[in-house]
């Protein structure tokens, strides 16, 4: 081999060598932000998701907590008819029954509760 020849090789050797470093730096710079991309993506997500669940939530829980409400004077009512508790001790009486059940449907049309009647 000449000393040409060899600066030559030395060249080219020293170039590709360069080559490779920076392909290998811009490869792995790539993959830095690719995976920062992707933390920092997956960070948004959840939280865009966490806020959407949390207004879900707490609007099926306010529409729960109405309609709870909206009956929450039935009980008292309903503890007001003696009937009931008359019908309660013998269940048999159908006289009764046709009284309570009147009742109850009259109660349930004035508060629009979906309560049946016993028939």
Do not use: C
């Not at 360069?18 to 710079?29: E, F």
């Not at 006289?95 to 009742?103: H, R």
């Amino acid at each position: 081999m000449t000393d040409r020849s060899v600066k030559s090789y030395d060249g080219r050797f020293r170039r590709r060598w360069r080559l490779a470093i920076t392909l290998l730096v811009l490869g792995l710079v790539g993959a830095a932000i690719t995976w920062q991309t992707e933390r920092v993506t997956k960070s948004v997500t959840l939280t865009e998701l966490r806020e959407a669940g949390t207004r879900q939530i707490n609007l099926h829980a306010g529409s729960l907590r109405g309609a709870l409400e909206k009956h929450a004077s039935l009980p008292f009512i309903l503890s007001r008819n003696k009937d009931i508790f008359a019908l309660l001790r013998g269940p048999e009486d159908t006289a009764l029954q046709e009284s309570v059940n009147l009742n109850l449907e009259e109660t349930n049309a004035a508060t629009g509760s979906g309560w049946r009647s016993l028939r």
